[in-house]
């Protein structure tokens, strides 16, 4: 009796003793892929324990998750930050996150209302979206009583027309704008954006000195397309950087090597003489040279634009269709379809490449509406990001990887902050950071898109998290998550 009792209290032993299946610690675990975080400047192969879209854990040792994703001989990265897309869409969405975007930002047109921003996501995003507070909406309601929330609703583009893009405001009207640009920070706008240049003759100085104004006193970014002038004159750079300084305001020049031209190392080294005199600006570049915009731009309607760009109408790609256009086609369109686009060829691989290595340059898509698939955009929507990695990292060794991934997120990150704390935890890839990631192949991943076949996505963009949630696996879209958030501005 004796015997069985002890058989039976060593068996209860046995059974306590065997290894339960524990619970996993993490939602999703990233296995073993070089991690990369800008910031910290952490480069080796680590696993990433993520749970409720956060980054927990970056370890060197095994981690346990309901899920997990093999990354072996892949880079895991910040996913990247576009600061300058015009495509708020759903095949917008689709085009950046195969090509590693996680937060997609209007800066430089903006919205107004900032509610409106996002229209085609009220179903749910993939990614993260936010938007400046659009001082050309704010121009057309109060100077043609119009409302044109942001350049495009539905499916309609906006036309540069009316009195709002060619006439002084009196100062009664600046002061009405001064009103809704604070309203409109005060729904949480991440700054202020102007489309300046495409207003060139209406924004008179005290105007112009209104919105710097706004910004300072405030402290968020005001994002300036400054005014064009003939091949890579810096008078219109001149005009912003001496208003910030004497606002104080935080300043972005939106795609400075499209304004500068070859200009371009002279108008950097203007910045850095204003920032270390204690001004606050920043700038941004593109990876595709062509510039893209509506063919009713004022730069096309009222100015010598061959001179200017240095072209002529061969050098200029209808969007929609990818044809080259001739003096005919282009009254023919410019008549027909003032909202169409276009495709500007002018600038130079060499400007490019000096932008680039400025040390704080952001990279940016600048990407124009993508609507539908048979209505074609530029292939920045597609392209941008793999881009760099591809030409710019691994052919031409013009930049670092880690280099590089800091100016795809980062330093956009870093900026942002002025603008909303959410960006305090974006850009990073560390403990604590939200859990918006890009995972590729550095020795495969390229760009396929191309002008007149712009929705070709990249090679080697393998997975792309968003909030904690896989939305891109094996270079393929999911559907049917929707983790992407809005994000909006702090009231300062």
């Not at 938007?131 to 499916?155: C, E, L, N, T």
């Amino acid at each position: 009796m004796l015997k069985i009792r002890t058989r039976k209290w060593l068996l209860l032993v046995l059974v306590f003793a065997l290894p339960v299946n524990a619970a996993p610690d993490y939602d999703l675990v990233i296995h073993g892929g070089r991690v990369i975080d800008p910031e910290t400047n952490l480069d080796a192969i680590r696993n990433v324990g993520i749970t409720r879209g956060e980054i927990i854990s970056v370890s060197e040792k095994p981690l346990s998750g309901q899920r997990t994703i093999d990354a072996s001989g892949l880079v895991v990265a910040p996913g990247f930050i576009d600061v300058h897309s015009h495509t708020p869409s759903l095949l917008g969405q689709h085009m950046n996150l195969l090509d590693g975007v996680t937060t997609q930002l209007d800066l430089e047109a903006g919205s107004f209302p900032i509610s409106f921003y996002g229209e085609h996501f009220q179903g749910g995003a993939q990614l993260n979206y936010g938007s400046s507070v659009g001082h050309f909406a704010i121009r057309m309601k109060v100077v043609d009583d119009r409302d044109q929330p942001y350049a495009f609703v539905g499916h309609e583009t906006a036309k540069m027309g009316g009195d709002a893009w060619v006439l002084p405001a009196s100062p009664e009207q600046i002061e009405a704008m001064r009103i809704l640009v604070n309203q409109g920070l005060d729904d949480g706008g991440l700054g202020i954006g102007v489309l300046l240049d495409y207003m060139t003759a209406a924004v008179s100085e005290p105007e112009l000195r209104m919105l710097f104004e706004v910004a300072g006193k405030r402290q968020v970014p005001i994002y300036v397309h400054v005014r064009r002038g003939y091949t890579g004159d810096p008078a219109g750079l001149e005009e912003v950087i001496t208003l910030a300084k004497a606002t104080h305001a935080p300043l972005f020049v939106c795609h400075i090597t499209h304004n500068a031209m070859g200009n371009i190392g002279n108008w950097l080294a203007m910045i850095d003489q204003a920032n270390a005199e204690g001004a606050n600006i920043t700038t941004e570049t593109l990876s595709y040279a062509a510039g893209g915009t509506s063919i009713s731009a004022d730069v096309f309607r009222r100015r010598d634009w061959q001179k200017i760009f240095d072209i002529t109408y061969e050098d200029v790609q209808w969007v929609a269709t990818g044809e080259w256009l001739t003096k005919e086609t282009w009254d023919k369109y410019a008549k027909e379809q003032p909202t169409g686009m276009v495709n500007h060829h002018y600038v130079k691989e060499p400007w490019m490449k000096t932008a680039m290595k400025w040390p704080k340059m952001m990279i940016s898509t600048d990407a124009l509406p993508a609507l539908d698939r048979d209505v074609l955009a530029n292939p920045n929507v597609a392209g941008t990001f793999s881009r760099v990695l591809s030409h710019y990292v691994r052919e031409t060794g013009l930049l670092g990887l880690n280099e590089a991934l800091a100016k795809m997120s980062l330093y956009q990150a870093q900026w942002m902050e002025q603008a909303s704390p959410a960006f305090k935890k974006k850009g990073r890839l560390q403990e604590g950071a939200d859990a918006d990631i890009v995972i590729f192949d550095p020795d495969t991943v390229a760009a396929n898109a191309v002008y007149g076949d712009p929705y070709q996505k990249p090679t080697g963009i393998q997975h792309v998290i968003v909030g904690g949630r896989q939305v891109v696996e094996d270079s393929e879209r999911i559907e049917g998550r929707y983790p992407g958030r809005k994000i909006l501005g702090s009231v300062n």
